[in-house]
């Protein structure tokens, strides 16, 4: 490996470019992850937001019981299910 010694304006540059570049990325995330939780607001859509949680446990529960899972692969499985 070989070592560049840069100049100490050059080295802040590409210090500020890496932190630029950081927090970009970490507030793109985060607006990402907000636009996917959008929660139910009226009590129509909480009712048919709960009933599609629970076919989804349901349908995951007969899964892991087909597969003959118990204790942790049963929770594991469980978890990733849910997350399809």
């Given at each position: ?7 100490p304006a050059q080295e802040?540059e590409r210090i500020?470019?890496v932190?630029?570049g950081t927090?970009?990325a ?6 990402a992850?907000?636009?996917?939780s ?5 009590p129509g859509?909480?009712a048919a ?8 446990n349901e ?18 499985f ?7």
């Open positions: 490996m070989v070592l560049i010694w840069t100049k802040a500020e470019r932190a630029i927090c970009t970490i507030s793109l995330a985060g607006s992850a907000n636009a996917q959008v929660k139910p607001k009226y859509e909480i937001a709960s009933d599609r949680i629970a076919e989804r349908y995951c529960r007969r899964q892991a019981r087909a597969q003959h899972l118990h204790l942790v692969k049963r929770y594991r469980m978890r990733d299910c849910k997350r399809q």
